[in-house]
């Protein structure tokens, strides 16, 4: 198939021979097969093909090449918070009950096919409702897992997504999502009540489970017996846009959205499938990557109710981008590459890397168990040494789909550290691998700052002591400092090792009840080296010369441990 040449493909329908494109939904009335791309703000795009073939593959493509860029968000961190809060007051107004709260997310993207993308999409997302659109100046590669409207005849479908967790997780969805779902279903009732005859409309499965790569979605079914004379366009008047990536009341959240949203979402939020005479496949375009005016968008959001955590949310954004984002390529705006991989965080001093082979060890053991490829440390060296220009920075290496590096200014931190106790976690550390994404970490960490706290200490619910968010810890008991053991679940850090291999530490299970006896505190990690705990929990620790001591012996073997 020519790279030009406008396609649909949608579940193994292949539809070429381009005939016509048009806004007005009357010719779609008249018959023929038709592509459909309705956006969020209501364009209207349909298309009509001639030549349609049924039970194809997707049409072969050379690879995706993974980008290496910087997705720039249309709404930063700090702005989509103030959105939630925003929404929140709204619902406590009385205004709206739910909004759906998005961000767009860019990059530049010139002389590209996403069929490609659409091709490794295919692979490692699949989705029964995943679909590719070529058209003239747009391109639409999506993913999306929801039902806006299966029609057969004059029976209608509607299959609303409310609900979103790791597929990890072994949690139920809690009250918020399972709310939040009926309100949509409620609102979805209504909308096709518009349409439908009456008593027609009915809730089928209610709060449904439904897993996908990566995802565990929460999932309800509403059937309909349309109205024997109703027209595409009458049912696009009452389904457009979506109420499930809108909120409800549908008018009030649209208005809430139109004040904070200064981006059109374009065709995210908005439905893409096929119509042919009374049959339809209808998605609600999420999940989903187009192209336009040298652009490459994706689309992210989260559905706000009164119980919503600003940064939860947020989170959900980023969660829900992880792994699409990931197999298109590139990184946030923070440097965390998008999808799965290793990373190491390596402190450099005057434009040395501190403990780099050390670094590079654990990194290329972790690669080689886990099927990730990394460059020569000549290479990465190299990329270090030429990007920064700080007296002292923290520079993070990710192994991921490509390698990437993030360089930032750091300063050591001279104040004792205050450490909360966060028990009865599943695992009390990371484990043997550096892995990202590391949000659930970064998160547990914000909650502790928030609450005044500068670091959490793991207890699982064996009652074993394990590591911080984002360090390893030794513990002084009864004259000598001892750190647990890797079976506790901690990570194998890079100063951990070192402080063993000279025998400064000794290894031994500490269980929560032997905190009783700690007398002090260091929290170790290759960026901070040693910093001395004053207080856990509320209960102040002593730090006296043993600490210092213990922080300056560390601090010479980094140093001597630097490269370049």
Same mark, same amino acid.
């Given at each position: 198939m020519e790279t030009c040449e406008p396609f649909f493909w949608m579940a193994g329908i292949l539809a070429t021979q381009l005939a016509e494109v048009t806004t007005d939904p009357r010719r779609v009335d008249a018959g023929g097969f038709w592509t459909v791309a309705i956006d969020f703000e209501g364009n209207k795009r349909f298309a009509r093909f001639t030549n349609i073939q049924r039970d194809l593959p997707f049409p072969p493509t050379e690879k995706w090449i993974v980008l290496d860029a910087t997705w720039q968000s249309s709404i930063n961190q700090m702005a989509y918070e103030n959105y939630v809060m925003k929404i929140r007051t709204s619902i406590a107004e009385g205004f709206v009950y739910q909004v759906n709260a998005c961000r767009l997310l860019t990059v530049p993207a010139q002389n590209i096919s996403l069929a490609a993308l659409f091709t490794r999409i295919l692979e490692e997302n699949p989705s029964p409702l995943a679909s590719f659109l070529r058209l003239p100046n747009i391109e639409i590669a999506s993913a999306s897992p929801e039902l806006l409207l299966s029609r057969e005849g004059l029976s209608v479908k509607t299959s609303p997504i409310k609900g979103t967790q790791p597929l990890s997780t072994e949690e139920e969805f809690g009250t918020k999502d399972q709310s939040e779902n009926i309100m949509i279903v409620d609102l979805m009732r209504n909308d096709l009540g518009r349409i439908c005859e009456v008593g027609s409309v009915r809730v089928g499965d209610l709060l449904r489970r439904e897993d996908h790569p990566g995802l565990r979605h929460l999932v309800s079914d509403v059937h309909g017996i349309l109205k024997s004379d109703i027209t595409w366009g009458e049912i696009f008047e009452a389904l457009m846009p979506p109420g499930s990536v809108s909120g409800a009341p549908k008018s009030s959240a649209l208005e809430l959205i139109a004040q904070s949203e200064e981006e059109p979402r374009g065709?995210?939020?908005?439905?893409?499938?096929?119509?042919?005479?009374?049959?339809?496949?209808?998605?609600?375009?999420?999940? *989903?990557?187009? *192209?336009?005016?040298?652009?490459?968008?994706?689309?992210?959001?989260?559905?706000?109710?009164?119980?919503?955590?600003?940064?939860?949310?947020?989170?959900?954004?980023?969660?829900?981008?992880?792994?699409?984002?990931?197999? !298109?390529?590139?990184?946030?705006?923070?440097?965390?590459?998008?999808?799965?991989?290793?990373? $190491?965080?390596?402190?450099? $001093?005057?434009?040395?890397?501190?403990?780099?082979?050390?670094?590079?060890?654990?990194?290329?053991?972790?690669?080689?168990?886990?099927?990730?490829?990394?460059?020569?440390?000549?290479?990465?060296?190299?990329?270090?040494?030429? !990007?920064?220009?700080?007296?002292?920075?923290?520079?993070?290496?990710?192994?991921?789909?490509?390698?990437?590096?993030?360089?930032?200014?750091?300063?050591?931190?001279?104040?004792?550290?205050?450490?909360?106790?966060?028990?009865?976690?599943?695992?009390?550390?990371?484990?043997?691998?550096?892995?990202?994404?590391?949000?659930?970490?970064?998160?547990?960490?914000?909650?502790?700052?928030?609450?005044?706290?500068?670091?959490?200490?793991?207890?699982?619910?064996?009652?074993?002591?394990?590591?911080?968010?984002?360090?390893?810890?030794?513990f002084y008991i009864q004259g000598e400092w001892v750190t647990p053991p890797l079976r506790s679940g901690v990570l194998p850090g890079i100063m951990r090792a070192l402080a063993l291999e000279n025998s400064l530490v000794r290894e031994r299970n500490v269980h929560r009840d032997d905190l009783v006896g700690v007398t002090s505190i260091m929290a170790i990690s290759s960026l901070r080296i040693a910093s001395k705990v004053s207080e856990l929990d509320g209960r102040h620790l002593d730090i006296g010369p043993h600490s210092e001591l213990l922080r300056e012996q560390l601090l010479d073997l980094a140093r001597a441990d630097s490269v370049g």
């Open positions: 065709i995210y939020c908005g439905t893409l499938g096929w119509i042919e005479g009374d049959q339809s496949c209808l998605s609600v375009a999420i999940r *989903t990557f187009w *192209t336009h005016s040298n652009f490459l968008y994706f689309g992210t959001g989260a559905g706000i109710t009164w119980g919503s955590d600003p940064y939860g949310e947020w989170l959900e954004t980023e969660l829900k981008a992880n792994h699409l984002l990931g197999l !298109a390529g590139g990184c946030d705006e923070d440097g965390w590459q998008y999808g799965k991989g290793i990373f $190491e965080t390596v402190l450099v $001093e005057n434009g040395k890397p501190l403990l780099f082979n050390e670094h590079m060890e654990r990194a290329e053991k972790s690669a080689q168990e886990l099927g990730i490829t990394i460059p020569s440390r000549e290479v990465i060296l190299d990329a270090i040494q030429s !990007a920064t220009s700080y007296p002292l920075a923290r520079i993070r290496l990710s192994f991921g789909e490509t390698f990437s590096l993030a360089v930032n200014s750091y300063r050591q931190r001279n104040k004792p550290m205050k450490i909360r106790i966060l028990d009865q976690v599943k695992q009390a550390g990371i484990g043997p691998h550096k892995q990202f994404p590391f949000q659930e970490n970064l998160q547990m960490l914000r909650v502790a700052n928030a609450e005044g706290f500068d670091e959490l200490l793991l207890i699982n619910q064996s009652g074993a002591v394990g590591e911080g968010a984002t360090c390893n810890y030794v």
